[in-house]
């Protein structure tokens, strides 16, 4: 039985419904102006550690008030979107990163109320910026990424993370070293949901139905680092099973998933009839 703390999490639409963004926001008590000097002191540091310091004076700023941190997205979020995507500066690139990273940092902990719409916003394009050809800008995305998932509730995992990873992995515009952190992140929360009982380990469950196809699409990637990646993804998808008759083929399963042919269909189909007979047995026996 799930809480009803934890229910409201996975109440339909929570993560499609219309963006906050879209709409006119409430008055906020930081101006368009004072958080456009802030990422204004974030842009023109000397050094990377000068812009760090700059996003956390920008963020501690905003979550000066955490209830209404989030009205500050509408002004914050489109300037540093667009100096992610800034092909002729690799500096306001890895800027950028490292303000996602610190938003993750800051936010997260004392504003969990912003998780979902904060990663539905932001995760995309840090994913995209694991494919920079800058090593820096790479470094800073991958240290936002590995902050974020160590700072995340059990809630945002599934009905933030997941969900967001999975619209990302089956987008047309995403990079592919992007779909491949995708992919191993989905891994990463399988994993420890299977090593916990409650609540992440039922919504992940509950979670297979959906996240079995985005996964498999990604074994027939032409890239081979997406495909060993949903390979291994897929095999910690299966570890979620409670059955051990079926879990104990999901090898067949994939090999059959990633590899199709009439040999290994014939296998999967053999082995869980099997698994059928033995779960039949069990049960008038």
């Given at each position: 039985m799930i809480p009803l703390s934890h229910e409201l999490f996975l109440m339909p639409g929570i993560l499609d419904a219309a963006s906050p963004l879209t709409e006119q926001p409430p008055k906020m008590s930081l101006t368009d102006t004072a958080i456009s000097d802030y990422l204004t002191a974030v842009f023109s540091a000397d050094s990377s550690q000068g812009s760090l310091d700059a996003a956390l004076t920008l963020c501690n700023a905003i979550l000066s008030d955490p209830a209404t941190a989030h009205c500050s997205f509408h002004t914050l979020f489109p300037p540093l979107a667009k100096a992610a995507a800034d092909k002729k500066s690799?500096?306001?690139?890895?800027?950028?990163?490292?303000?996602?990273?610190?938003?993750?940092?800051?936010?997260?902990?004392?504003?969990?109320?912003?998780?979902?719409?904060?990663?539905?916003?932001?995760?995309?394009i840090v994913l995209d910026g694991l494919a920079d050809k800058g090593a820096v800008v790479r470094e800073a995305s991958q240290y936002a990424i590995d902050a974020m998932l160590g700072l995340l509730r059990e809630e945002a995992l599934v009905v933030g993370l997941v969900r967001v990873l999975m619209a990302y992995i089956g987008g047309s515009g995403s990079k592919w070293q992007g779909r491949v952190a995708a992919l191993l992140l989905i891994g990463k929360v399988a994993e420890k949901a299977v090593t916990r009982d409650g609540f992440l380990k039922e919504v992940m469950g509950r979670e297979l139905e959906a996240l079995i196809p985005v996964v498999e699409s990604g074994m027939h990637d032409l890239k081979n680092e997406v495909s060993r990646a949903a390979v291994k993804t897929m095999t910690s998808l299966g570890k979620l099973l409670s059955n051990d008759d079926v879990a104990r083929h999901i090898p067949t399963l994939i090999k059959t998933m990633s590899h199709p042919s009439k040999e290994t269909l014939q296998k999967a189909i053999h082995d869980l009839r099997y698994a059928i007979c033995l779960c039949r047995s069990s049960y008038y026996y």
């Open positions: 690799g500096t306001r690139r890895e800027s950028a990163m490292i303000v996602y990273g610190a938003l993750y940092e800051s936010f997260i902990p004392k504003s969990p109320i912003t998780e979902v719409l904060l990663l539905k916003e932001t995760l995309p």
